[in-house]
């Protein structure tokens, strides 16, 4: 069964920063199948990315997806206030599975 | 517009049976299949199970190997509402339930949930 590992745990940045959020997969995974959510307190997950690098409709170009095989990476050019929320991989295979989060919180 | 609209918060007691639904509206029903993802309090996403609407039969789903008996995904498709159901409550299942609605186009590699409902929140307590 494959693992999906997001690292780090927590980010603490400040607004304008640049920063690079990790998913590590035990096993290699298709490009096709991997796709990045955000989600703020209190609301529902929202699609950023899909096959790995593909922004989905009304996602600001500040967020980007690259990677393949076991390493995904997300991307935040510059941090707005609206960024800081829990970042989630999420992978599609015989089964579907999230990687457990990270963090982005307000330094 | 495409909604998933789901049911209200429950408060129930362990060993108690429970049916949360997610309803969808403007799109056509059928032709997404519908999961469940669970997040316990302060902890991350959990797929939980998934169903094809478009089967009559309704043989058509997968669930989470850890979950796999203790809750069934439903569809009416008369009403293009999904459910999820526990015959037995336990207080693990405390949690947050959102219904998303899977899309998967081959021809375009587009595999994501791409709508969400707006959760439902299942307190399970003695």
């Known amino acids: 069964e494959i693992v999906l590992t997001q690292s780090p745990g927590t980010l603490s940045l400040s607004p304008g920063e640049r920063t690079t959020l990790s998913c590590r997969a035990s096993?290699?995974?298709?490009?096709?199948?991997l796709a990045w959510y955000q989600q703020k307190p209190g609301q529902a997950p929202r699609l950023l990315i899909y096959g790995a690098s593909s922004r989905a409709t009304g996602i600001p170009d500040r967020f980007s997806g690259s990677g393949s095989g076991t390493d995904f990476t997300l991307t935040i050019s510059r941090l707005e206030p609206e960024d800081f929320a829990v970042y989630y991989c999420q992978q599609y295979g015989s089964s579907l599975l999230f990687g457990g989060g990270t963090r982005v919180e307000i330094k | 517009e495409v909604q998933l609209v789901q049911s209200g918060a429950e408060v129930k007691k362990p060993g108690e049976s429970l049916r949360i639904s997610c309803k969808g509206s403007?799109?056509?029903?059928?032709?997404?299949?519908i999961s469940w993802v669970r997040q316990m309090p302060g902890k991350g996403l959990e797929w939980m199970a998934t169903?094809?609407?478009?089967?009559?039969?309704?043989?058509?789903?997968k669930y989470s190997p850890s979950l796999q008996g203790h809750v069934t995904i439903s569809v009416d498709r008369s009403i293009s509402t999904a459910y999820l159901h526990w015959s037995s409550l336990k207080a693990s299942d405390t949690a947050m339930y959102y219904c998303?609605?899977?899309?998967?186009?081959?021809?375009?590699?587009?595999?994501?949930?791409?709508?969400w409902g707006q959760g439902t929140l299942v307190t399970v307590s003695s």
């Open positions: 169903i094809d609407p478009s089967d009559p039969n309704d043989s058509h789903t």
């Open positions: 998303a609605r899977w899309r998967e186009w081959t021809h375009t590699n587009e595999y994501y949930f791409d709508y």
């Open positions: 096993q290699s995974v298709s490009s096709s199948y």
């Open positions: 403007g799109y056509r029903f059928t032709n997404y299949w």
